[in-house]
Every structure is written in structure tokens, then in C-alpha cells.
């Protein structure tokens, strides 16, 4: 059934508000996956609206987002609204069976009020305000703004909030920068004030006795975010993350009074990004949302997965990919296109990790603006690009298999843990240029999830009983709660791997006094003796392979006659020669295993074969072909009887054969046909109910 049937029966009886459920929005009749663009009715003259709309129901579109650069529209002159154009484009888009995600426009404010509240302007590190044109020129600090961000917000609200075709509301957009305005250093004084009461007490933990940094009062304490006490820039990154969070609680507050409680309100992140703590930020919203960019030239179906289930571990449920690119962007030093049959690899890839829906921006091409390069579905003459059937193709096959995705997500038995204060921490000094701690995260991920073909990423304070594996690449800041909280988990059985730099620092960011891994010393059973930045690899040996270490390499001392070694450096410095590089302790039914060195990604690889035969995790779909990604989406239906779909993609350019386990519905073929195989061309894509 499409959207028109539940736009004409008006509003029907609330369910509740967006849970745990893996369906994307709590409107019934709905497709279960939805695909969709941002699109910018207000850059258009009126007359344009309807064959855009039209063409966007051809490819099977479902859903806009619309609203949240156009502030300037819906305000023109402060406290005068203007939503008569907003009312015509939702109702139209309803014409065209298409739902609707609300932006608010807080991203770029108007002129009229930068230019009559300066104020509201953020200030950068050198002291130097914004001006204003661009956008996210404000200062997020500042209560005036947000009480401009309020009013609007919740006016949109008043007239929104219970209208059947919009589905959920976006804050602001892509929340990036901090400022240094007075306004934001006396909060960041406060702040301080409420975590450590005493000045002394802030001196003590903070060990201001170095270089005389001793503070007498809390208004000394500058704001930086570089080139300080380590103390001070990891509380700076905690205030950030606080501030944001009440960032979105003031537009929260306007929202929901006036808001249908099926309306999700979100905000859309931006994957590696560590401006703030995306646990912190996610604390009040509904669901997680992520702008799916590629990054780089190329398309790397690894890191690109690992971001999924980064954004899917914010809330430890399914997400929405809020943007994602249309074969190519405009702001890389050469902005190269995905090959054709990318976009559709790309699109099913956030579906298998969890996405309930797949938007892409934007929609038609700007008629003038910085971003006139970008890529597109319709170009500025209304009329489809090349990419714009790949994507109709998308949206028949979500129509295909969305009823039996429905109410499905993914499920792991191996976590890796994602730290944003162990990030900070290694990144304000990282002692080694290249250790870069996404890198060594991501180096993890790579085998773990072809051996695996599933990973839940999710902060270290997580709930890890359903887990069999957990994996800390570099937790580089680890409290003594935390280790408590591992602790228990491992001698229940579980089994804990932390790669180098892990239990280096405390809460504080100072160095932990049993040295690393801090806490988990006597658990181990051994602690680092010493750590060495590398410029040269150095040979590593061990029971399970051979290979080399770069970039960094820790020296570990057993300390307990039950601590084995794993691995141990060769010939090198003479520092390194003959030491162990990785000790592992059982205890119990569980272990603890600590890698000292960034390994090669053979050798790497081996070892995490190890661990997850150690731990007896099995991977979904056994025996695939190299550079075929395997994922699963489960859940329960109708009388409690378990549903579960596999998804196969082909990254690679060579057509591959993979068996299945048994005959199974092919959800994309024309008929629904059994099939105990299947053939994947260049990019290919397929979709299998069990």
C-alpha cells in the first residue's frame, strides 16, 4: 500500500514512540526501506516542483528531506514567518506518495539576524569572528542564537507536528564547529566548576604544578583545543560534546509538545568525525543518521562498513543514512565518480548494516552556490543524469525485498570498542606521526569482518553480554570503572583483546601509575616495560606466523607464571631484540590478551582468525569467495517465528560464485525463485530470504 492511503486516513491512533524496533519510522503502511534526496523547493520557482516530484515517484523515491538551509525563506525578517510555501511542497510531495524529513534550518541563519545579533557569530581559536554567508557560522554556545533556534524550531513544530506526511525531523545540520567566544569560555568555566568543585581539586587532577600551570581561580583556565595540559584539551572535548547535546535538548524542547510521537527527531553525523563524543551527542535523540561520503578517490567497502556500524552503535540500533553521494561529490582535490553499479553496491551495503533508509544529495543541481559541482539525480534542467537510473534500480529492488527486511537488523557476536576520549587522547599526542587510532580501528575491522561477516561498533561503557568477542584497538584512556566493566564480562566468559597504546591514560588523561594496560595490569598478568615509535618495520615471530611491526611497539613484561607469550620482536634496536610483543592470560572460561605492536595485516589477520575460533564465533555464510561482503538482517514476525535475509555484494570487478547453505527465495528476481547458489557480476547484488 503506498503513502496515499495513510495521508487520507489523517491521523490514526499513536503508536509509541521510536523504540528498539529496527523498522526505520512508526507510521504504518509505509515502505520498510525507503529511498530518497534532499530536495530544495524554496531555490525553484513553483512551477518546477511537480516534475520533480514526478520524477522522483518514477525512481521509486519514498521520502524528501527538505528544510534545513532555508531559514532565510521561512523567516525573511525576525519573528515574521513564512510557511505558506512549505505547506504547498509537503502537500504536493503527498500527491507523489512521498514522506517528508524536516530539517531545521539552524545550519545557516539568516542575514538579518547575524547582522543585528553579532554576537551569535562564532569565534575561532585565534580570536577572529565569523562573517556571515557559508553556513554553521554561529556559535553554538551562545543563548541568544538558541533562542532564535528554539523559536523556529518549534513554530515549524506548531505547524508540522501533526502532520501525517512528515515522518521525522533532522536538527540543524552536520553540528561540526566549536567557538571561543566569551560566552562559550565562561560555560566551559562552569563546567569545570560543577566536575571538580575545587580549584585545587582541578589542580590536583589535572597536575597544573607542571610548567606552573597552577590556577588559582577557574576564569584563568583558557579554552584551547590544541597545544595544552592534555587534562585541559580532553575536558574542552567533553564540554563540546555537552554543549552540543544541550544544543539539540533546546530544540528537542520545541519539537516534542507539539509533535505526533511517531515523529523521530534526529541529527545527521558525519562517520570518522570526533569534533565532539557521538555517544554523548546521541544521548537524546531517537535514532542515529550519518552522511555516507566516501572520503577519499576511492570507494572502501571496508571502512565504509566499519562507519555503518559505528552510526548503527550510537543507539545500538538501525539508522538512517541521512546523505550519501550520487556517483561523485565537489569538494575532494579531484572528485572521480563511482564506478557504474557502485551506487547500488553502496546503497544495499547500508541497508545490510542496518539502515532503514538511503537519501542521497541532492536531488537537482543548485542554480548557482558553492556546490554547483556536486553530483546529482536531475540535472538543472530538471532532466535525469546517468547516475539516475542506477538509482530507480535501487528503489525497485527496496520495494522488492523491504516487506521481508521489515522489522530486521543486524546481530554480532564481536565488538570492537570505539573510545572518543581514547581518540582525543592519541591524537593530542601521538608520539608517532602515523598512528592514526581510526586507522588501527579500522585494521581490526578489515579481518575481523571477513572472518566474522558481522561487527557490532560500540562505545566501551556498551552492555557486552551478548558479545563472545570484544576487540580495543587503542584504548588509550581507560578508567578504572571501565575495567571493572571488562573485567566482569571476561569472567563470564568473554574473551578480550587490547591492541597497542590500550590503559596508557586515565579519565584524566594522565599516565595510569601501574603503567599499561593501567587497571587491567594483575588481570593480564603482565604490563608494559616500555614503548617505541617506529620509523622502520621490525620482525615479529611467533606460534602463530611470522611478520613485522610499524609505527609502534610496546615491550611486555609477564608478570604471572600463567601469562603466555604470542609473539615476540626479533633482531632490530636492540631495545625490542628477543622481547614479547603479545601476552595473553585464560581466565576461567574467558582471556585477556594484549597486542603491544601494529602488526602487519597478514599477521594481523591470523590473529584475529585466533581469536575468533578461540571464542567460537562463526560466520554467517562460510566459505565466499575474497571481496564478496556477506550480511544478515533477522528479527522476529507474525507469531514469534524468527525471519532472516542475506545480503551478497560483489565489491570487486570479476564476476563470483558463492553456494548457499541451503535453497533459499531470491527477493530480487522477478518471481521470488528458490536458489542454492548464486552468480554476482562486477558489483553485483543479491538478496536472499531463508
Known amino acids: 500500500m503506498r503513502f496515499a492511503s495513510l495521508f487520507l486516513a489523517g491521523l490514526v491512533v499513536f503508536a509509541p514512540a521510536v523504540s528498539a524496533s529496527a523498522q526505520a519510522t512508526a507510521y504504518p503502511n509505509q ?85 543585528k545579533y553579532p554576537e551569535t557569530l562564532r569565534i575561532d581559536e585565534d580570536g577572529r569572528r565569523d562573517e556571515h554567508g557559508n553556513r554553521q557560522q554561529f556559535s553554538f554556545a551562545s543563548e541568544r542564537y538558541r533562542k532564535f533556534a528554539h523559536d523556529i524550531a518549534e513554530q515549524m513544530a506548531i505547524r508540522y507536528g501533526r502532520n501525517p506526511n512528515v515522518v521525522g525531523w533532522q536538527l540543524d545540520n552536520e553540528y561540526a564547529n566549536d567557538s571561543f567566544d566569551p560566552e562559550a569560555k565562561a560555560q566551559f568555566h562552569a563546567w569545570l566548576q560543577k566536575k571538580y568543585g575545587t580549584i585545587d581539586n582541578l589542580n590536583k587532577r589535572w597536575a597544573t604544578a607542571y610548567w606552573s600551570q597552577t590556577y588559582d581561580n577557574f576564569d584563568e583556565i583558557p579554552a584551547r583545543d590544541n597545544n595544552e595540559n592534555p587534562a585541559l584539551l580532553l575536558d574542552w572535548k567533553r564540554f563540546v560534546s555537552d554543549t552540543w547535546e544541550s544544543y539539540s535538548q ?168 570505539n573510545s572518543y576520549d581514547s581518540r582525543w587522547a592519541i591524537d593530542f599526542q601521538r608520539h608517532s606521526a602515523k598512528f592514526d587510532p581510526v586507522a588501527e580501528l579500522v585494521a581490526f575491522y578489515r579481518p575481523l569482518r571477513d572472518q566474522t561477516q558481522s561487527v557490532d561498533v560500540i562505545s566501551p561503557d556498551a552492555p557486552l553480554d551478548q558479545y563472545k568477542l570484544v576487540v580495543a584497538p587503542a584504548l588509550n584512556v581507560l578508567s578504572q570503572a571501565t575495567a571493572d566493566h571488562l573485567i566482569a564480562w571476561v569472567k563470564q566468559g568473554g574473551h578480550l583483546v587490547l591492541g597497542p597504546r590500550s590503559g596508557m591514560k586515565n579519565e584524566y588523561n594522565a599516565l595510569n601509575p601501574q603503567r599499561q594496560p593501567g587497571p587491567l595490569v594483575d588481570f593480564l598478568g603482565g604490563n608494559v616495560s616500555q614503548f617505541y615509535a617506529l620509523d622502520t618495520e621490525v620482525p615479529v615471530s611467533g606460534d602463530l606466523g611470522t611478520g613485522t ?75 565466499v569467495p ?65
Open 549 to 623: 611491526a610499524s609505527i609502534w611497539a610496546e615491550t611486555i613484561s609477564p608478570a604471572s607464571p600463567d601469562t603466555q607469550v604470542l609473539l615476540r620482536y626479533g633482531p632490530s634496536n636492540g631495545w625490542l631484540d628477543g622481547q614479547p610483543a603479545v601476552l595473553t592470560r585464560s581466565v576461567g572460561k574467558g582471556s585477556i590478551t594484549y597486542i603491544g605492536a601494529w602488526l602487519d595485516p597478514a599477521l594481523l589477520s591470523k590473529f584475529t582468525a585466533y581469536f575468533v575460533q578461540q571464542s567460537g564465533v562463526q560466520p554467517i555464510l562460510p566459505g
Open 250 to 417: 533546546n530544540q528537542i524542547d520545541a519539537i516534542r509538545p507539539h509533535a505526533d510521537p511517531r515523529q523521530f527527531i534526529t541529527t545527521n553525523t558525519m562517520g570518522w568525525f570526533d569534533g565532539f563524543d557521538e555517544y554523548t551527542v546521541h544521548s537524546n535523540l531517537d535514532i542515529a543518521a550519518w552522511d555516507d561520503y566516501i572520503g577519499s578517490g576511492n570507494y572502501d567497502p571496508a571502512d565504509n562498513a566499519a562507519r555503518h556500524d559505528l552510526t548503527r552503535g550510537y543507539k545500538r540500533k538501525n539508522f538512517w543514512v541521512m546523505e550519501t553521494e550520487p556517483a561523485f561529490v565537489n569538494w575532494r582535490p579531484t572528485n572521480t565518480p563511482l564506478d557504474k553499479g557502485q551506487v547500488r553496491d553502496m546503497a544495499w551495503q547500508s541497508i545490510g548494516h542496518g539502515a532503514d533508509a538511503v537519501e542521497y544529495w541532492q536531488w537537482r543541481a543548485a542554480p548557482n552556490g558553492q556546490e554547483e559541482y556536486h553530483g546529482v539525480l536531475a540535472g538543472i534542467d530538471g532532466k535525469p543524469v546517468p547516475v539516475y537510473d542506477e538509482v530507480k534500480q535501487v528503489g525497485e529492488e527496496f520495494e522488492k525485498a523491504g516487506p521481508a527486511l521489515s522489522g530486521t537488523s543486524p546481530h554480532a557476536s564481536v565488538a570492537i570498542l
Open 626 to 690: 575474497d571481496g564478496v561482503e556477506v550480511a544478515q538482517r533477522s528479527g522476529e514476525q507474525n507469531a514469534g517465528a524468527k525471519k532472516s535475509v542475506i545480503i551478497l555484494i560483489n565489491h570487486t570487478t570479476a564476476n563470483q560464485h558463492v553456494a548457499l547453505p541451503q535453497t533459499m527465495t531470491d527477493l530480487l528476481s522477478a518471481d521470488h525463485a528458490s536458489a542454492n547458489s548464486v552468480d554476482l557480476p562486477k558489483y553485483g547484488v543479491a538478496v536472499f530470504q531463508k
Open 31 to 115: 515502505p520498510p526501506l525507503l529511498l530518497g534526496a534532499a530536495w530544495y523547493p524554496e531555490q525553484w520557482p513553483e512551477s518546477q516542483w511537480e516534475p520533480d516530484l514526478a520524477l522522483m515517484e518514477a525512481a521509486h523515491i519514498h521520502l524528501v528531506r527538505l528544510g534545513e538551509f532555508a531559514w532565510s525563506t521561512m523567516e525573511p525578517s525576525e519573528g515574521h514567518y513564512n510557511f505558506d510555501w512549505l505547506d504547498r511542497a509537503i502537500a504536493l510531495a503527498a500527491k507523489h506518495h512521498i514522506a517528508i524529513v524536516l530539517g531545521t534550518p539552524t545550519a545557516a541563519p539568516p542575514a538579518w539576524l547575524t547582522t
